[in-house]
T-cell receptor
């Protein structure tokens, strides 16, 4: 059973059209939830860590939020340079590995 | 800015050959991780070191795979008798010791098996 599920798998946005990406996870024993950005042919680039429900983090046009069962990555007024795959990953108590979702592939059209 | 460095960036080899990849972590990071990523999927955990000790291994890591971190600095991942299914991006990450510290990734080694 997948521990991390991301939706939608792919998203096309007009420049300036705000949207949200969803990451749902197996609740029990969550130690931290991470958002990464990945460009083609590159490794994941760290964006945010969220540790507890109600927490929010912001960076430029991106804002990550966490509830007890899911996280959202809000993209406000996106630009073409925001086009990338956004990966959600969770760390659970008892081990040090990250469990990743399949990613949200975002394309922003000028 | 010295991030995680991986070498080589690309490797093409014939089925049945052995390959070795190298990872140099961020210098002050004690923890080092290997992941594998195939097209359209998120990275999958392979193994993890704290200093020179290999503390976790995924069941994905068959006996053809071996990883070392001899002096607690750089790490190598070797795949013996490569198979078509080994074609993937192999990613290395590092982090400091601490509860749920973020892992920082290199740009990976892309392995193609002919």
């Amino acid at each position: 059973e997948d521990q991390v599920t991301q939706s939608p798998e792919a998203l096309r946005l007009q420049e300036g059209e705000s949207s949200s990406l969803n990451c749902s996870y197996t609740v029990s024993g969550l130690r931290g939830l991470f958002w990464y950005r990945q460009d083609p042919g590159k490794g994941p680039e760290f964006l945010f860590t969220l540790y507890s429900a109600g927490e929010e983090k912001e960076k430029e046009r991106l804002k990550a939020t966490l509830t007890k069962k899911e996280s959202f990555l809000h993209i406000t007024a996106p630009k073409p340079e925001d086009s990338a795959t956004y990966l959600c990953a969770v760390a659970y108590y008892g081990n040090n590995r990250l469990a990743f979702g399949k990613g949200n592939q975002v394309v922003v059209i000028p | 800015d010295t991030g995680v460095s991986q070498d080589p960036r690309h490797k093409i080899t014939k089925r049945g050959q052995n390959v070795t990849f190298r990872c140099d972590p961020i210098s002050e990071h004690n923890r080092l991780y290997w992941y594998r990523q195939t097209l359209g999927q998120g990275p999958e955990f392979l193994t993890y070191f704290q200093n020179e000790a290999q503390l976790e291994k995924s069941r994905l890591l068959s006996d053809r795979f071996s990883a070392e971190r001899p002096k607690g600095s750089f790490s190598t991942l070797e795949i013996q008798r490569t198979e078509q299914g080994d074609s993937a991006m192999y990613l290395c990450a590092s982090s400091p010791v601490g509860a749920a510290e973020p892992q920082h990734f290199g740009d990976g080694t892309r392995l193609s098996i002919l």
